[in-house]
């Protein structure tokens, strides 16, 4: 095996033990929401869509809906604003029986001449419900863990178009975040630091491509690796970028030197 395969083999293995992390960490959830990205459009018939709700948990599963919209900065810091105005949603709130679905209509009813894209979360939030009645357990064995998913909406003016390109690719030794429910950070990770510039309209899901990096190694030799979009999901998320702006993304690629990496799309 060459010098290079090897190379591209140690990253992949990387992102694959990092994704079963997250999964580990992963805790069981009461309810599934589907799917977790929707885009529409702020006029004509992609100004409605729908999510469902389907309860996974041994009880009744009572959920109410809430919206936000969100700023995200250049590191992907998010600050959210209440927005439930934005939206006409139907039912907002429900009742599930076990194994039980709901649909829910989501429609724009914010600005139709939006200028360019602009990201939401709907919350789907599971509400407390009586216990059973009769139940055995004492009063202080009776406690609810309450859970909360949320889906992307992204509204864009219809026509609109991203415009992407990649303004610094480097080499860089970041700290990782911790995992979910554990405040212990990981050890400094060796990986790929990426600026993305978006200056169309419409905002970019980068995580739908495949990334491919081609530089050199350390020892000056070339590299090249290919990152899935599955392997970017797990990495960075949906890779979202919004209109007009820009966003930085670490990918644990290990192996590249200091010189200069080439990053390209594919589909």
């Known amino acids: 095996m060459t010098a290079l395969a090897t190379m591209k083999r140690h990253a992949r293995a990387l992102l694959a033990a990092l994704a079963a992390l997250v999964i580990l960490a992963t805790p069981a959830l009461a309810m599934r929401v589907s799917p977790m990205v929707v ?4 006029r004509g018939s ?3 869509a729908r999510i469902e709700v389907q309860n996974i948990n041994p009880g009744n599963l009572a959920f109410q ?27 907002p709130q429900g009742v599930l029986p076990v194994s039980g679905r709901q649909v829910v209509r989501l429609q724009w009813v914010g600005d139709a001449e939006l200028a360019t894209s602009q990201a939401y979360y709907v919350s789907v939030e599971q509400l407390p419900v009586p216990f059973e009645p009769g139940s055995t357990d004492s009063v202080g064995a009776q406690v609810q863990v309450l859970y909360n998913m949320r889906a992307l909406v992204v509204v864009a ?5 991203p415009d992407v390109k990649a303004t610094t690719v480097k080499q860089a030794t970041y700290q990782p975040p911790a995992l979910p429910g554990s ?9 790929v630091e990426i600026t993305l510039r978006n200056d169309g309209r419409r905002h970019a899901l980068m995580a739908n491509f495949g990334w491919q990096l081609e530089g050199t190694d350390a020892a000056g030799k070339w590299l090249r690796v290919d990152i899935s979009p599955e392997e970017l ?3 960075v998320g949906t890779g979202y970028v919004p209109a007009q702006g820009e966003r930085t993304f670490r990918v644990p690629v290990p192996g590249f030197g200091p ?6 799309f594919k589909r």
């Not at 405040?183 to 990986?191: K, T, V």
């Open 39 to 42: 885009e529409m459009e702020s």
């Open 46 to 48: 992609n100004a409605v």
């Open 65 to 91: 809906t809430r919206v936000f919209r969100m700023e995200i900065d250049k590191d992907g810091n998010i600050t959210e604003i209440p927005a439930d105005q934005d939206f006409l949603i139907f039912p």
């Open 157 to 161: 003016p219809p026509g609109a178009k």
């Open 183 to 191: 405040s212990e950070l990981p050890p400094m990770q060796d990986g």
């Open 233 to 235: 999901n797990r990495a």
């Open 259 to 264: 010189g200069p990496i080439k990053l390209s």
